[in-house]
T-cell receptor
Framework: GENVEQHPSTLSVQEGDSAVIKCTYS??????FPWYKQELGKRPQLIID?????GEKKDQRIAVTLNKTAKHFSLHITETQPEDSAVYFC??????????????FGKGTLLTVNP | NAGVTQTPKFQVLKTGQSMTLQCAQD?????MSWYRQDPGMGLRLIHY???????DQGEVPNGYNVSRSTTEDFPLRLLSAAPSQTSVYFC???????????FGPGTRLTVT
């Protein structure tokens, strides 16, 4: 089955700096890669996702890049703010219908933004 | 829309007890999943369903049962609770034509 590796497990940055979290996946058939943010005691919430037909997607201060050849994808957060502090999870799936919709998650990155 | 709801929010069980975690969604989503979240382990898939009457095992199914008699509900049953099942449990749902999964608020379970 799919295996998703996520690095680093913890990341501490100063407010205003950029943060980058990287993930690799093993199944070349995976084609959907979401990123979730989870604040302490809350549910995971989707912040951005990318499908394998594009290489990069941006939403304000957040961007995701995908390298299908190398089977890795990354989350980039620019101009970090204290409210960005949370655990971030990457995930992968084959995306389409039936049992292919299942997500495999990385183990998470605890991002701390210091004021 | 209430989205995905889960009950209870918290539960303490003794080893060997049984219980059912409830999950419901009002978005008419075909796909529903149960995950457990343990420190440093991410979210691991327990069981999933692609429609009423259809369920299958995920990555960590042992000790759990599910059924899906309606589109809306997807309960998770612990038959004989063990301390290793102490975890936070999340239910999620997704429509068949979209990609985003929506998570419920979670149930924090402690087995003593």
């Amino acid at each position: 089955g799919e295996n998703v590796e996520q690095h680093p497990s913890t990341l501490s940055v100063q407010e205003g700096d950029s943060a980058v979290i990287k993930c690799t996946y093993s199944d070349s058939a995976s084609n959907y890669f979401p990123w979730y943010k989870q604040e302490l005691g809350k549910r995971p919430q989707l912040i951005i996702d990318i499908r394998s037909n594009v290489g990069e997607k941006k939403d304000q201060r957040i961007a995701v890049t995908l390298n299908k050849t190398a089977k890795h994808f990354s989350l980039h957060i620019t101009e970090t703010q204290p409210e960005d502090s949370a655990v971030y999870f990457c995930a992968a799936s084959k995306g389409s219908g039936g049992s292919n919709y299942k997500l495999t998650f990385g183990k998470g990155t605890l991002l701390t933004v210091n004021p | 829309n209430a989205g995905v709801t889960q009950t209870p929010k918290f539960q303490v069980l003794k080893t060997g007890q049984s219980m059912t975690l409830q999950c419901a969604q009002d978005m008419n989503h075909e796909y529903m999943s149960w995950y457990r979240q343990d420190p440093g382990m991410g979210l691991r898939l327990i069981h999933y369903s692609v429609g009423a009457g259809i369920t299958d095992q995920g990555e960590v199914p042992n000790g759990y049962n599910v059924s899906r008699s309606t589109t809306e509900d997807f309960p998770l049953r612990l038959l004989s609770a063990a301390p290793s099942q102490t975890s936070v449990y999340f239910c999620a749902s997704r429509g068949s034509l979209a990609y985003e999964q929506y998570f419920g608020p979670g149930t924090r379970l402690t087995v003593t």
